[in-house]
């Protein structure tokens, strides 16, 4: 990702959320080394990042859509979507969440992708605690 991006989009409210279907988080400081640290927290874990153009939002994925689909729980395919705006207070809000639910893996597929987005979500606020508000 590059670092001469314009900043990121602003916002006026953050939505509720599921939290085992997604994390939010606020950050303090330069939107840049949040993008950065997150992008490395997820390739550490094995993720491959798909930023969309503007470099703020995009997905990161995990594992084999087809093999899953033929294997069910055996072979586990994971994804997420995140999206950083520029909070009212001009924090950075970090938003990740999974969109699929590991239907294709019965019951233990679902609970396999919920353990493993809960896994990530930990590591992610780890990462990123030094710069998390509130």
Not at 96 to 116: D, F, I, S
Request: charged share 15%; hydrophobic share 40%.
């Amino acid at each position: 990702m590059s670092n001469n991006l314009p900043a990121p989009p602003t916002t006026s409210a953050m939505k509720p959320h599921d939290p085992s279907m997604e994390l939010r988080l606020e950050i303090a400081g330069d939107p840049a080394q949040a993008r950065e640290q997150l992008a490395q927290v997820m390739t550490t874990r094995g993720w491959t990042m798909h930023p969309n153009p503007d470099g703020w939002s995009g997905m990161a994925s995990k594992g084999n859509k087809i093999m899953n689909v033929l294997f069910g729980a055996f072979a586990q395919y994971h994804e997420m979507h995140f999206s950083m705006v520029t909070t009212p207070a001009g924090n950075t809000g970090l938003t990740l969440y999974r969109t699929n639910q590991g239907c294709a893996g019965g019951l233990l597929g679902m609970h396999k992708v919920k353990k493993e987005f809960t896994a990530n979500a930990a590591e992610i606020q780890g990462a990123l605690a030094p710069y998390i508000v509130g």
